[in-house]
C-alpha cells in the first residue's frame, strides 16, 4: 500500500475519534460508543456539495480540490461544531466528478465517510460526482463494464496495469469492436480517465443515443520509472552534434506489450481504420509520439490540452519523424487529427504551433479552442466531441 496513503489513513484515525462516553453510561455490545452520524459529501440538488469530517481533536482542516473552480486562495474555510465535526459547504460547482482531500493538522485524509475513489499517480483522492450534465451522468441506459487488467510487460521487466471498457453486450456476444487508446496526463494514472474522467459512462451514453460506435477502450497507465513527467529531457549541449533521443520507455512498453495482449485478449477488429489513439497533456505528447511513428496502425488521433512538448520544441520533432511526415502512402487512411485546448491554457501556443506544423506537411488537423484552463473539465468534454468521430 502508497505509504501517503497509510499516513492519511493513520491520521483519519487518529483525529476522526467518537468522543469517549460519559461515565456510567451502558455498553453497545463491545462495538464501542455512538459517535456524531456524518454524511460526506452530501451534494445538493442546487449544486452546492457540503464536506465533513470527524475530527475532535484536530486543530485546522483544509481541503486539496484543484479541479474544482472558483474556490478561494487558500481553500474554502471549514467551521467546527460543538460535535466535533468540520463543515464546509461550495458551490454551486459546475456538473462533473471531481478529486478532493481534507487536509487535517498538515496531513492528507481521504473522506473517511466517503466510498468513492480516485487514484493519480501517487496518492488516492476521495471522488465527489455533481450530477447535471446529461452527456457523462449515469442514464438508464446499457452500461458496458470496466475493469482493471494486470499484464506482464516486457519490455518494461515487470507486471503493469490499464484499465479496459467493453461496450455493453460484448461478454454476452462474439461480435468484434474497433478499439480505441485514451491516454491521461502527467500526475494521473491509469484509473483516471473512468472515475474522474466519466469515460464509461460517457461512451455508455452516446452508444445507447447512436451517435458512437460501440468500441473497446484501453486507458494504460502511462508513467514509467523514466518517464514521469511528460518526456522532458536535458537541454542539448551548444555546438554538439544531435543527441539520439532518450529511450521512451512507455512507447515501448505500448507498442511491445499493451496493442499485442489487447489484440489477443479481446475481440478488437484488425487494420488501422479499427484503431484511434488519444490522450490529454502528457497523454497527448505520448500520443503523437506513438501515432506518428506508427501511421499504419491508427486512422484517428486527438490530443487534448497538449502539443509537442519538451526540450527542443517542434522542430526537433519534425526532424525526428520526418519520413513519416512526408510519408503520402503512410497518410492514406488517415481521418481524423483534432486538437482540443482550453482558450487559459498555457500548453495552447503548443495545440496551435503543433496543429501548424502538421498542416505544412499535408495533414488535415483540426484545432478546437474552449474556454478554461487545462481542467478535466474540459477532457470530458473533449472526448465526448472526440468519440461519436470514430469508426464512421
Not at 69 to 84: H, I, M, R, S
Not at 347 to 361: Q, R
Not at 363 to 371: G, K, L, M
Amino acid at each position: 500500500m502508497n505509504s501517503k496513503l497509510i499516513v492519511g489513513l493513520v491520521a483519519a484515525c487518529a483525529f476522526a475519534q467518537p468522543p469517549s462516553p460519559p461515565a456510567g453510561a451502558p455498553a453497545r455490545g463491545g462495538r464501542g460508543p455512538q459517535g456524531p452520524q456524518v454524511v460526506s459529501p452530501e451534494v445538493r440538488p442546487d449544486g452546492h456539495v457540503v464536506l465533513r469530517i470527524l475530527a475532535p481533536k484536530a486543530e485546522t482542516v483544509t481541503l486539496r480540490a484543484g479541479d474544482i473552480q472558483g474556490l478561494p486562495q487558500g481553500g474554502p474555510q471549514f467551521v467546527k461544531g460543538e460535535d466535533g465535526v468540520w463543515e464546509t459547504t461550495l458551490g454551486p460547482i459546475e456538473p462533473g466528478a471531481y478529486r478532493y482531500t481534507f487536509v487535517v493538522n498538515g496531513v492528507p485524509v481521504v473522506d473517511p465517510r466517503n466510498p468513492d475513489y480516485s487514484q493519480s499517480n501517487n496518492n488516492l483522492w476521495s471522488l465527489v460526482y455533481v450530477p447535471g450534465a446529461a452527456f457523462m451522468d449515469t442514464q438508464k441506459v446499457p452500461h458496458g463494464a470496466v475493469a482493471a487488467v494486470d499484464y506482464y510487460s516486457t519490455a518494461l521487466g515487470r507486471e503493469r496495469r490499464m484499465h479496459v471498457y467493453t461496450p455493453p453486450g460484448y461478454e454476452a456476444g462474439s461480435q468484434k469492436y474497433p478499439v480505441f487508446y485514451l491516454l491521461h496526463g502527467s500526475g494521473d494514472s491509469d484509473d483516471s480517465w473512468s472515475t474522474e474522467g466519466r469515460a464509461g459512462f460517457i461512451l455508455d451514453n452516446l452508444i445507447a443515443a447512436g451517435k458512437a460506435k460501440p468500441m473497446l477502450v484501453v486507458m494504460p497507465h502511462g508513467h514509467t520509472s523514466l518517464n514521469t513527467g511528460g518526456g522532458r529531457g536535458a537541454a542539448p549541449t551548444p555546438g554538439a552534434a544531435p543527441a539520439a533521443p532518450p529511450r521512451d520507455e512507455f512507447v515501448d512498453d505500448f507498442v511491445t506489450d499493451i496493442m499485442p495482449y489487447v489484440d489477443k485478449h479481446y475481440r478488437v477488429l484488425s487494420g488501422k481504420q479499427h484503431r484511434a489513439i488519444a490522450g490529454l497533456s502528457m497523454g497527448g505528447s505520448q500520443t503523437l509520439n506513438i501515432a506518428f511513428s506508427h501511421l499504419d496502425e491508427f486512422a484517428y488521433i486527438g490530443v487534448f490540452s497538449s502539443g509537442i512538448l519538451g526540450r527542443g520544441g517542434s522542430s526537433n520533432w519534425e526532424e525526428a519523424h520526418a519520413a513519416a511526415l512526408d510519408n503520402a502512402g503512410l497518410k492514406k487512411g488517415l481521418k481524423l487529427v483534432w486538437f482540443g485546448t482550453g482558450s487559459a491554457d498555457t500548453l495552447i501556443t503548443n495545440s496551435k504551433a503543433t496543429v501548424d506544423m502538421l498542416k505544412k506537411h499535408g495533414f488535415n488537423a483540426e484545432f478546437h479552442e474552449s474556454p478554461l484552463g487545462h481542467v478535466w473539465i474540459n477532457w470530458r468534454n473533449y472526448l465526448n466531441e472526440f468519440a461519436p468521430q470514430l469508426f464512421q
